[in-house]
């Protein structure tokens, strides 16, 4: 099974600051054509989770551009360029490439 | 809109049996694999079960294998699960959502983009 680790655990940031949210694989996630089997969720509080990314770097449709994915590999990380009120929740990503499909413990993001 | 409602939570006693019903409206629902994924109380997401487009394939976690069984009726636009021998362990709100892994993984996937409201299981006694 794929072990999906985030870090860190909560962060705490300020309106119009940046954040980066850390998640690491215990297996590669690069598929053969080039794909990193990576997504990213955010459920905010009292909510279902919602997509933000997927594919390691694709935004999903309606997010905004302030949230940005990268990586390859083993190592992935979400961006937010300036985190606004409503980004507050727990950030998840989940590896989709087998199954179990596995995510991450999750992020907590609070607005200071 | 595309969007998914579920039903049939509610509290049982350790042991006993529960099934869970997933709604689909607003998108070809048998062209599309659904997933369960639950959130035991201030815990996080954990992957239940998926199954096909077609229903012909069916995957589970292994916390569950055994005694949960997914399968759906897409003349009925409906997803199901049906949950036996519970545990307390089962404790959770139980989410349906939405897979866009067929027909081709990974070239048309675009996410597990749209989800439930969710509906809460109670096991005890």
């Known amino acids: 099974d794929f072990l999906m680790t985030q870090s860190p655990l909560s962060l705490s940031v300020t309106p119009g600051e940046p954040a980066s949210i850390a998640c690491r694989s215990s297996?590669?996630?690069?598929?053969?054509?080039?794909?990193?089997?990576l997504d990213w969720y955010l459920q905010k509080p009292g909510q279902s989770p919602q997509l933000l990314i997927y594919?390691?770097?694709n935004r999903a449709s309606g997010v905004p551009d302030r949230f940005s994915g990268s990586g390859s590999g083993t190592h992935f990380t979400l961006n937010i360029s300036r985190v606004e009120a409503e980004d507050v929740g727990v950030y998840y990503c989940?590896?989709?490439?087998?199954?179990?499909?596995?995510f991450g413990g999750g992020t907590k993001v609070e607005i200071k | 809109e595309v969007q998914l409602l579920e039903s049939g939570g509610g509290v049982v006693q350790p042991g006993g049996s529960l099934r869970l019903s997933c709604v689909a409206s607003?998108?070809?629902?048998?062209?599309?694999?659904m997933n369960w994924v639950r959130q035991a109380p201030g815990k996080g997401l954990e992957w239940v079960s998926l199954i096909s487009g077609s229903g012909a394939g069916t995957y589970y976690a292994d916390s569950v294998k055994g005694r949960f069984t997914v399968y759906r009726d897409n003349f009925k636009n409906t997803l199901y699960l049906q949950m036996n021998s519970l545990r307390a362990e089962d404790t959770a709100i139980y989410y349906c959502?939405?897979?866009?892994?067929?027909?081709?993984?990974?070239?048309?996937?675009?996410?597990?983009?749209?989800w439930g409201q969710g509906t809460t299981v109670t096991v005890s006694s």
């Open positions: 989940l590896q989709p490439l087998q199954t179990p499909l596995t």
């Open positions: 607003g998108f070809i629902f048998d062209s599309y694999a």
């Open positions: 594919l390691g770097s």
């Open positions: 959502a939405k897979d866009s892994r067929e027909p081709n993984y990974p070239y048309n996937y675009y996410g597990v983009d749209v």
């Open positions: 297996q590669s996630l690069l598929h053969s054509q080039g794909y990193n089997s």
